[in-house]
């Protein structure tokens, strides 16, 4: 029930395209869904996160669109970018047990020039 | 704002030893850090949680002796990797989570990972 849930493994989008990222979770205590963004070698950056009281949250070319009845939230990267191409990771937590967050499997996006 | 760092960024050790790996938050205090371990191309795996000036809770299979982690003030955790042995080669990063209103409490800043190569 801890789970979440991650896919596509790998992506790949052509330039000016758009990127889309799935996740899906059992918990129904999480209430906290930030999405990270990770190049080689470097620490995850948190790119953007959403609440259950919204269904959507854009920020500039990212969106996350979340729907709580199918436990299912995805972040769409419009008009990708070669300097998109990273690893994406959805996150989620529950305010109990120390918010920790469970991560989702990752994707790895290639944006082609 | 919402800066972690951690030193250092990557260490190679021979088997046997210790290593300590720090993890600051620069400009905000954090009563909560996170430790992590990542290995290549693989989502990230929480090794323990840490709060300042209480001993550290870790996950089901962290062997706590073998990763002690302090958390010695608002600012600062360690990790120190003891006895190291080739197995413990790994990229490890830390979180930490805000503690006051200047920033969102749910929101975990992730430090830029350190490279643990044991020979």
């Known amino acids: 029930q801890q789970q979440v849930k991650q896919s596509p493994q790998s992506l790949i989008v052509q330039k000016g395209g758009i990127s889309i990222i799935n996740c899906a979770y059992e918990?129904?205590?999480?209430?906290?869904f930030p999405w990270y963004q990770q190049f080689p070698g470097k620490g995850p950056a948190l790119l953007i996160a959403i609440r259950p009281d919204v269904s959507e949250k854009k920020e500039g070319r990212f969106t996350i669109s979340f729907n709580k009845s199918a436990k299912q939230f995805s972040l769409h990267i419009m008009d990708s970018q070669p300097g998109d191409s990273a690893t994406y990771f959805c996150a989620a937590s529950a305010r109990t047990g120390f918010q920790k967050l469970v991560f989702g499997t990752g994707t790895r996006l290639l944006v082609s020039p | 704002g919402a800066v972690v760092s951690q030193h250092p960024s990557r260490v190679i050790c021979k088997s046997g030893t210790s290593v300590k790996i720090e993890c600051r938050s620069l400009d905000f205090q954090a009563t909560t850090m996170f430790w992590y371990r990542q290995f290549p191309k693989k989502s990230l795996m929480l090794m323990a949680t840490s709060n300042e000036g209480s001993k550290a809770t870790y996950e089901q299979g962290v062997e706590k002796d073998k990763f002690l982690i302090n958390h010695a003030s608002l600012t600062l955790s360690t990790l120190t990797v003891t006895s190291a042995h080739p197995e413990d080669s790994s990229f490890y990063i830390c979180?930490?989570?805000?503690?006051?209103?200047?920033?969102?409490?749910?929101?975990?800043?992730f430090g830029p990972g350190t490279r643990l190569t044991v020979l």
């Open positions: 918990n129904t205590a999480f209430d906290y």
């Open positions: 979180s930490a989570r805000s503690s006051w209103t200047t920033a969102s409490t749910d929101t975990q800043y």
